[in-house]
């Protein structure tokens, strides 16, 4: 019998072999762990995106100025596991960026006393932010909706996602709302004339906002970032006419016009402003035939969206729509220079069925009046609709070079009452902050939605509880019995 046949070399193959599949073990799960280590994927399959944060939250905190340390304190008996997870991801989405890298801890205010006095700290269920010298306390009550008495909504990552923003930012941009001229005021809490709800969101993403009276000012101040109008009745004179076209022209400013039915362009003495940036408001009030696209109420329902950053937003979630109470048709001229740089594209757009009405002065019922009221311009985008925002921006081209530089912009809503109080629902709030933050350079995906809180409810009687009961005493080891039992019959036979 040969050597290798023999039977202590087939028990030195057999120890080899084991030997081998051992080492192919290890390195098969060393190898597992290399990669998740070093090159992660994370898969978030949840309904809600749970373990998801947001595109603005990223665009946010993967450009901080400076590092922020959340501390989440606890009590033995507080646990917070939607805040936990929400901080681990900020951390998550900053690991890459320690010079703005978000940090958290875990502190239990009564066993952890030393730290806790540290950081001046004594109440719990709190999450305290820090970045330098800077510190803002967000209390666990704020992240969540609450109806009747119970968490209906889970809005942390706005609530953190602008705490961070603040604490983490040396300055502020400054938006100016101009009056004096009929526009809706920023302090007002009527729910038709007043815009305190849009004042209070742009506050919470860390923009600092103010009134502009021009007729007093004279000038616009130099820190303004971004000028809105929202819905003049009465006529700019010459020299706010100029200041406006300069600071949008030379100065590349940002604007955001609202223009609501009733006074002309001309009227309100903006023609030559928005000449200037190829846009065309009509002189009527849009009416739709279709009844999907009127609310019980009458609004205007507004669905048709064009592919940009203000837009984005409502697209990819596809159950946002504006409403408006009247609007009027908004489209970029077709007269206008196709040179210099100047893009001017349709957001939103109405409905097919929907036309202009120019006699909505006298009373009556509205009725399309073909040669007269305002109908899609051929071979204008989008097809066979009206537009009612469009967004206007200037690229000026230096000397021929590959690149250019970033010139003004303007947004011109063709309605008034967009932003009002009233009317600050989720598709109208979520445009009208896409449309802040893409004139100031800000991110481009913006609005962050709550999040449902899961609920799970499992209700048994007592003979469900009884049938249970037997089951899993008599019902589990039965069956493992019988499975044994079977296997044993099966090997003797």
């Known amino acids: 019998m040969p050597s290798w046949q023999s039977f202590r070399a087939t028990r030195w193959l057999r120890t080899i072999n084991l030997v081998l599949q051992a080492v192919l073990l290890l390195t098969f799960f060393g190898g597992l762990n290399y990669i998740a280590e070093n090159h992660p994927r994370r ?48 951390v998550h989405a900053t690991d890459e960026r320690p010079a703005g890298r978000v940090t958290r801890e875990f502190l239990d205010v009564y066993q952890n006393r030393r730290r806790a006095e540290e950081l001046g700290v004594d109440q719990a269920d709190i999450i305290m932010l820090v970045s330098g010298d800077k510190r803002r306390v967000v209390t666990v009550a704020e992240l969540y909706t609450m109806k009747n008495k119970e968490r209906v909504a889970f809005r942390g990552e706005q609530a953190l996602t602008a705490a961070i923003l603040d604490v983490s930012s040396p300055g502020r941009q400054k ?34 906002v103010d009134d502009l009276d ?17 819905a003049p009745q009465s006529r700019f004179s010459r020299e706010e006419q100029e200041l406006l076209r300069r600071h949008l022209g030379a100065n590349a400013g940002r604007m955001l016009l609202f223009l609501a039915p009733g006074p002309p362009v001309a009227s309100l003495g903006l023609d030559d402003l928005l000449l200037d940036w190829g ?19 009458g609004d205007l329902i507004i669905r048709a969206f064009a592919r940009h950053p203000i837009t984005q937003l409502l697209i990819d979630y596809g159950t946002m729509a504006l409403r408006l109470g009247v609007a009027r048709t908004v489209i970029p001229d077709p007269g206008r220079s196709l040179g210099g740089g100047l893009n001017t594209v349709t957001l939103a757009a109405t409905s097919r069925t929907a036309w202009g009405e120019r006699s909505f002065r006298n009373g009556q019922i509205p009725r399309y009046d073909p040669g007269i009221d305002t109908r899609p311009l051929p071979g204008m985008d989008p097809a066979d609709r009206l537009g009612v ?16 530089v970033r010139g003004g912009k303007l947004v011109v809503f ?17 445009i009208f902050l896409n449309a802040v933050n893409w004139t100031v350079d800000r991110d481009r995906q ?25 089951t899993v005493l008599l019902g589990v080891p039965g069956a493992a019995l019988l499975l044994g039992l079977l296997v044993y019959w099966t090997r003797r036979s």
């Open 389 to 404: 925002i469009v967004a206007s921006e200037r690229l000026a081209v230096r000397d021929n070079l590959p690149f250019s």
């Open 279 to 297: 846009v065309l408001v009509q002189d009527d009030v849009i009416a739709d035939e279709g009844p999907e696209n009127i609310a019980e109420n």
């Open 214 to 230: 021009l007729t007093a000012a004279r000038q616009i101040p130099g820190d303004a970032s971004l000028l809105v109008a929202v």
């Open 43 to 90: 898969f978030d399959l949840t309904r809600a995106r749970k373990f998801s944060l947001s595109p603005e939250t990223l665009s946010y905190v993967r450009n901080l100025p400076r590092p922020v340390h959340a501390i989440l304190t606890l009590t033995p008996e507080s646990d917070h596991p939607e805040v936990r997870g929400l901080l681990e991801e900020y």
């Open 175 to 208: 938006v100016y709302f101009l009056t004096g001229h009929g526009e809706l005021r920023l302090g007002d809490t009527d729910p038709v004339r007043g815009l305190s709800a849009v004042r209070d969101q742009l506050k919470v993403r860390n923009l600092d």
């Open 446 to 470: 913006l609005s962050i939605p709550p999040r449902p809180v899961d609920k799970f409810q499992l209700t048994l009687s007592a003979a469900d509880f009884a049938r249970l009961r037997y």
């Open 414 to 430: 063709g309605t008034g009452d967009l932003v009002a109080n009233g009317r600050v629902d989720q598709g109208n709030l979520a």
